[in-house]
């Protein structure tokens, strides 16, 4: 299935590959010729100070703020400015910032809506998130800021076969021992060949997860680099990231 785009660099697998995306608001232009790419199996970080433009990465490459020009390449294949739902059923899932689960359903009404099917699929859920089983029928407003963070990472994994996930600050505004959990979370579903672009503000969890990292500044990809060399690099920690 894969064509003579993505096969044609030596070794190399490529999941996804983001060319020069530029993406307007109106007339504010939010991302400047951003490119980035991700290798199956590869943890890919992009991180950057408030409003730096991640989210509105990932709101480009998933469909929701379609980019004025540029490529997103899914395993060779332009689907820049194709539908989220299509998107979707063509393999990139993604967890949004906050969350957004809904508070009013019951977990297992949360991973109905997202499947969009029964429950016979929910097993391996509850056996990958101990949490949300002994949870099943609580209402997704009242699980903890973990919890929740637990349910939208369970619900994004249910639907379509995916072949790359998407986290949005999944650590933000949790107490620390927490992050710990949903890093462990994290840490194990790429352990297990999940291939992910994850976005993060904290700095050190996303050198936690990452093998590679871009950092993103006004709307410009200013860096890329493992996550090892960023790591020694504390110029650039300090400068980019406010990391002392
Ligand atoms: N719906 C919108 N309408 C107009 N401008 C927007 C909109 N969403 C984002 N922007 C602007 O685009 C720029 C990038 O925002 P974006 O949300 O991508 O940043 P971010 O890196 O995700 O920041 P944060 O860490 O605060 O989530 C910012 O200047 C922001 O004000
Ligand atoms: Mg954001």
Do not use: C
């Not at 299935?1 to 590959?17: F, H, Q």
Request: hydrophobic content about 35%; proline content about 4%; aromatic content about 4%.
């Amino acid at each position: 299935m894969s064509d003579a785009a993505a096969t044609t660099e030596e070794g190399s697998d490529s999941i996804l590959e983001v060319e020069n995306l530029n993406t307007f608001y109106g007339k504010s232009h939010a991302l400047f010729d951003v490119s980035l790419s991700i290798e199956r199996g590869e943890s890919v970080a992009l991180v950057g100070r408030n409003g730096a433009g991640k989210t509105t990465t990932l709101r480009s490459i998933m469909g929701i703020q379609p980019p004025k020009s540029g490529a997103v390449r899914l395993h060779g294949e332009d689907i820049a400015g194709r539908s989220p739902d299509e998107v979707r059923r063509r393999g990139i899932s993604w967890v949004p910032e906050g969350r957004r689960i809904f508070p009013d359903l019951t977990v297992r009404e949360n991973l109905r809506v997202a499947a969009g099917s029964g429950d016979e699929e929910f097993e391996e859920v509850y056996r990958r998130f101990p949490r949300l089983d002994e949870r099943r029928n609580q209402l997704g407003g009242t699980l903890s800021g973990g919890e929740q963070q637990m349910l939208a990472i369970a619900r994004a994994l249910l639907g379509p076969e995916m072949s790359l996930l998407m986290l949005d600050e999944p650590t933000e505004g949790l107490a620390p021992q927490i992050v710990d959990d949903v890093v462990d979370i994290v840490d194990r579903l790429n352990a297990e060949g999940v291939t992910m672009l994850i976005v993060e503000q904290n700095a050190q969890v996303a050198l936690e997860l990452a093998d590679r990292v871009y950092v993103i500044e006004t709307g410009h990809i200013e860096y890329e680099g493992t996550s090892a060399e960023l790591r020694e690099n504390r110029e650039l920690m300090e400068s980019y990231l406010g990391v002392q």
